[in-house]
């Protein structure tokens, strides 16, 4: 769904042109890489959403992008599908959000590339881009006749 960039001072997550139409925002989201708070993995994003959709699209099961507004904050929410695994990534209160819940099958790539002492000259690396298709499962072979 998204495309997650991390380097050496933030992580972005990248949202293609319909992504941002259906989240309502005009750019992607970058996040200081010091404010990122913990990491978790979660098999089920969608047990994690909290808070009333702001601004943003939801298609209960099906997809959820944009902001949801608590109290106390924001969550920025990316998730789609019903099958697939996710990240929730608290922040430090003082970004425009608190929280972000992600559905990504990158996600222990994710934590192990934040635990990574990166030096200043380290380059961008991309985790991972997942379309907003549903995923197709893989062909099976087909058994050949024994002769």
């Known amino acids: 769904m998204v495309t997650l960039l991390l380097d050496h001072a933030q992580l972005e997550i990248g949202l293609s042109p319909l992504e941002r139409a259906l989240a ?3 750019e992607s989201i970058r996040i200081a890489r010091a404010s990122i708070a913990k990491v978790q993995l979660t098999g089920d994003p969608w047990t994690w959403l909290r808070g009333a959709r702001a601004r943003g699209t939801l298609v209960p099961g099906t997809v959820a992008l944009g902001t949801w ?16 695994p996710g ?9 425009e959000f608190q929280r972000l819940v992600l559905s990504t099958r990158h996600g222990l790539a ?7 002492d990166l030096d200043a000259a380290a380059e961008a690396v991309e985790l991972g881009t997942q379309s907003l298709k549903t ?3 893989a062909p099976r072979p ?6």
């Open 110 to 116: 994710l934590t192990r590339a934040l635990r990574l």
């Open 142 to 147: 087909v058994p050949r006749p024994a002769i």
């Open 69 to 84: 507004r608590l109290a106390d904050g924001d969550d920025f929410v990316a998730v789609r599908g019903r099958r697939l």
């Open 87 to 95: 990240v929730v990534i608290d922040l430090d209160g003082t970004g």
């Open 135 to 137: 995923p197709q499962p």
């Open 24 to 26: 309502f925002r005009r």
